[in-house]
């Protein structure tokens, strides 16, 4: 399988998204990675300068992998059930 249709595998998956201020994410739109760094670490969202942080080159499928296994860890304790 090619590394571009892999990627766009990765589109849609939680850990590639990130929730952004509405004017923040109207100025990143479409922009390459790098400019989109740029403008997350200026959120508000923690989540979101962490993803900056975390990320300062480039955003691999490793990287999407990673942090898809923290938000899911985080949506368990979050949103945890006591209901057995």
Not at 13 to 20: A, D, E, P, Q
Not at 61 to 69: E, G, M, S, V
């Amino acid at each position: 399988m090619s590394k571009s249709i892999m990627m766009l595998k990765q589109v849609y998956r939680i850990g590639n998204l990130t929730l952004l201020e509405s004017k923040i994410n109207r100025e990143i739109g479409n922009q390459l990675f790098p400019a989109k760094v740029v403008e997350s670490a200026k959120s508000r969202y923690l989540l979101a300068q962490n993803t900056a942080a975390d990320s300062p080159e480039e955003w691999t499928i490793a990287q999407i992998d990673a942090r898809q296994k923290i938000l899911a860890a985080r949506a368990v304790h979050i949103w945890r059930s006591d209901f057995a």
